[in-house]
């Protein structure tokens, strides 16, 4: 066993012991496929004196990625003018968090599947939790929110899903509104990633072809303002940030 598995199993059982007593188990994370559970990732940010997203940021190794996505939206106009905005997908609130402050919205809508997770977000942020149905966002009307989002969820979704949602996300942009979201280009994809990601038993990453979503916003009237790489499962996704011209 490496070092490094050495510290992080020592970490865990620390963490166990600590949480034990008041009723929690800790158990080891996982992605989006079978989510982590909010109630057990609630306690061990609280017994660790942490914010729920700086500890999931620490526990997956991602400290200051979201503060870099942020930085990069603010840069290109993305979080300017406030209104109102959804999320698809947006869990533990890791981004929800860096947004709402920055963007100021009027309301601020969420599409999440998991209702620990979502009724988490309602209590801590006041947001508007939406009917999921891991497909639409049928509860948000037609051109109604000056900025969309979706954070880590196209990189894992089936390609078909994703872009059902982008579909969506077209319908419910406004005029000059913004969409914002990642995902992992086929065109751009690595040989190396490829095998790095095989080397390891988790199989959550999606690609996407670039020109089927690049056509299916054009066609649409949005034209890209940005992209730019972000760490994400042990590789590099990307994010691209749309404005819609009519």
């Not at 319908?171 to 751009?188: K, T």
Request: proline share 5%; aromatic share 10%; glycine share 8%.
């Amino acid at each position: 066993m490496s070092l490094k598995s050495r510290v992080n199993l020592a970490i865990g059982n620390l963490m166990r012991a600590a949480l034990r007593p008041v009723g929690y188990t800790l158990t080891p994370l996982k992605r989006r496929a079978e989510y982590i559970d909010a109630a057990e990732i609630r306690a061990a940010a609280a017994a660790a004196n942490m914010s729920v997203p700086k500890y999931v940021a620490r526990l997956w190794n991602e400290e200051g990625v979201v503060e870099g996505v942020v930085a990069e939206l603010k840069s290109c106009g993305a979080l300017d003018g406030g209104g109102r905005t959804v999320e698809i997908g947006p869990g533990t609130g890791r981004y929800l968090e860096q947004v709402l402050p920055g963007f100021q919205p009027d309301t601020y809508e969420i599409y999440e599947l998991d209702d620990g997770w979502a009724e988490y977000l309602v209590e801590t942020h006041g947001v508007v939790r939406r009917a999921c149905d891991g497909k639409t966002l049928g509860e948000t009307a037609d051109a109604s929110c000056s900025l969309v989002q979706a954070h880590n969820v196209f990189v894992y979704l089936k390609p078909l899903q994703s872009l059902d949602y982008l579909l969506e996300m077209c319908r419910v942009c406004a005029p000059n509104g913004w969409l914002v979201f990642d995902y992992f280009p086929s065109e751009e994809s690595s040989t190396a990633q490829v095998e790095d990601w095989m080397s390891h038993p988790e199989r959550y990453q999606v690609f996407l072809p670039e020109r089927i979503v690049d056509g299916i916003l054009t066609a649409r009237g949005f034209r890209k303002v940005t992209s730019f790489p972000v760490r994400c499962f042990r590789g590099s996704a990307r994010y691209d940030v749309f404005r819609r011209t009519s």
